[in-house]
């Protein structure tokens, strides 16, 4: 329903068939629509069995791979040691009942959140207008609307849900996605995660705050540790992607 109403949203703002591209731009589309869907619906079966802050530091082991692999030195054995500790203390503990569950889909977005990264790289690449997106969610949409559909049933017509559809569809799909491709157009793997860092930390504090779920100082521990990995590993691949430029090109830049 969100990647729904968010690819009708963009289809009215900003149609993708006014872009002129051509043929592999649109599988680009097609692939992320494809990675989205998937995405989306891991997160969500993960946080319906296990706390939000839990599952997305636990998802969090995508982009701080990337960031780790856009490295490449000594130190990221350091960082990789301490984001598996913190994602062990947190996965460990909850591998009974639907937590296990949980912790797998969230292991499983982890790994279409890697996707994404360069996925939205080559679609930010291939459609320079940003209208990429639109079409993308419209995929998305159509693969997730007969599931949704299925559970939903008729409760999904009702007004009040069709209106909190469509705001969480602007403010969790339209606007952040947007956002993260146009950052991806400009910035490296690394500095994206340096910026998605503090997402498990914001995450436990959403939980707790608006869903009332309280967390064991172990896992705030734990959190911490993936928030600190994630951080030092994507600056030291921005620092060693910087000492590799030109020094011409680093004084223009600065």
């Given at each position: 329903m969100r990647l729904a109403f968010g690819a009708a949203m963009l289809a009215?703002?900003?149609p993708a068939w006014r872009s002129r591209v051509g043929p592999e731009a649109w599988r680009a589309a097609i692939l992320f629509g494809v990675v989205l869907a998937a995405m989306n619906t891991s997160f969500y079966?993960?946080?319906g069995r296990i706390p939000l802050g839990?599952?997305?530091t636990i998802e969090f082991w995508g982009p701080l791979a990337v960031a780790v692999l856009a490295s490449r030195r000594l130190l990221d054995l350091l960082w990789a040691f301490l984001a598996a500790a913190g994602i062990f203390i947190l996965a460990g503990g909850?591998?009974?009942a639907d937590d296990f569950v949980g912790v797998a889909f969230a292991l499983a977005a982890g790994g279409f959140w890697v996707v994404y990264i360069?996925?939205?790289t080559r679609l930010g690449a291939a459609w320079p207008d940003g209208r990429g997106l639109g079409a993308a969610m419209v995929v998305g949409g159509v693969l997730l609307a007969v599931p949704a559909v299925v559970s939903g049933?008729?409760?999904l017509l009702e007004p009040w849900v069709l209106g909190a559809g469509l705001v969480v569809a602007l403010f969790s799909a339209v606007i952040p996605y947007t956002l993260e491709l146009a950052a991806l157009r400009r910035l490296p793997p690394g500095a994206y995660g340096v910026l998605t860092s503090l997402e498990p930390a914001i995450a436990a504090l959403v939980g707790l705050v608006f869903l009332g779920q309280a967390l064991e100082p172990a896992d705030g521990v734990a959190i911490l540790f993936v928030v600190v990995a994630s951080a030092g590993a994507s600056l030291e691949g921005v620092r060693r992607?910087?000492?590799a430029l030109p020094e011409e090109t680093l004084v223009v830049a600065d």
């Open positions: 009215i703002a900003r079966q993960a946080i839990v599952a997305v909850r591998l009974v360069l996925q939205g049933g008729a409760s992607r910087r000492s």
